[in-house]
Each structure stands twice: as C-alpha cells, then as structure tokens.
C-alpha cells in the first residue's frame, strides 16, 4: 500500500509538473508516437483489408501474416531495426516497430468485418442495382466498421503499452520515468509512471469502445433490443 501512495505523491508532486521532461511533455510525446504509429498503420491495413474483405481474394496469407506478426518479440524487433537502421536512425526504428506490431489487429479488424456480413445483404444490394463501389462504400464499410473499430482499439492498446520502451532509445514517453527509476531504484518513479502508462490505455480504450458502440448501424441496434 505504501508503495502505491508514494506512487501517487511522486504523479502529484510539483517536481513532475515544471521544468524539462514534465509528466505532461511525457504524455504529449507518448500520444504523439502512438497516434502516428496507429495512423501509418491504419492507412497500409485497412485499405488492404477492406480489399480481402470485398474480394475475399489472399485471406489464408493474411491470416498467417497477421499470426506471425503477433508472435513476433516487440523489444527484439527494436533492438534489430536500431541495429539495422543505424544508431541515429533510432526515431526511424521505433516508429516502424510501432507500425508493425499495430498492423496485424487492423488488418484482421478490417477484413473480418466485411466478411461477417450476411451475403444476402450484399446479394440483395447488388439486386437492386448497386455498382461495386457502392455495395462497397454503402453497405460493407458502414456495416463493417464495428469490427473495424475493434481492431483499431486492440492495435491502440498494443502501441500504448509498447511505446514505453521507446525510453531505451531515449525517445520520451511515459516509460521514461519507469526506465529512470529502475536505474536509480526509485520504485515510487517506477510505479507512477506504470499507473500513468495504465491510466492512459484505459482512457484511450474506453474513448475508443464508446466509438465502437456508436459505430453499429442504428437499426441494427433496434434489431437487437428486440
């Protein structure tokens, strides 16, 4: 228990609020990292799952892609980039982790919400003489968005949690504080910046289950209340 309050007196503590490195500049460059992650990520997946999804065409490859892609080591895979890239590309090789590791939830979000819809609804849009692009844009992107969105949440969650190593690059971020701390074995550092890092994933998960839950078609939600 003393261990958590002296956690919550370090956040709360004037030395964490002014001067450089400030919990608020850690938080900024945190969401910042994640939110270009995320958004690299969403515009290489979701474009190619939606394609899957409509087409039904390379869906075994994405499957075993996406399982090999969660498997893979988010440490080990920044450690090799960095040795790859080069010790001044560092930036570099901590975006393009982030990237991979968000990748396999939105790709899998984005097809398999396509494909969860009942053919007869596309059947029946086509039959009443909708384009392709309309059946598409009309029916299988508003319908599929839910799970598209799902995925967005897990890979969001997946970057939050994985951007606190980027402190061993000495790129910010919550996990500074944590990285500090051990080093100088000031466990109520350590603690703080893990409730931070925790207090963020859930804010972000509740904004972006709030959103899923909007996303579903309103007659579908009246179909399910019945």
Sequence with gaps: MSYLLDALAWIVGPGQWSGDATLLGLLGEHLLTTLVAV?????????????????????????????????????????????????????????????????????????SGIEAIDRRVTDAARGVGMTEWEVFWRVEVPLGLPLLLGGLRTAVLQVVATVTIAAYLNLGGLGLPIITGLSLRRYDEVLGGALLVVALALALDLLLGLAQRASVPRGIQLAAAR
């Design 39 to 111: 958004l690299v990520g969403v515009a290489i997946a979701v474009p190619l799952g939606w394609w899957i999804g409509h087409t039904g065409r390379g869906r075994e490859i994405a499957v075993a892609v996406t399982g090999a892609a969660r498997a893979i080591p988010s440490f080990g895979l920044l450690v090799l980039l960095v040795l790859l890239l080069g010790v001044t590309r560092r930036p570099e090789a901590a975006l393009i982790t982030f990237v991979i590791l968000a990748i396999p939830s939105l790709l899998a979000g984005a097809y």
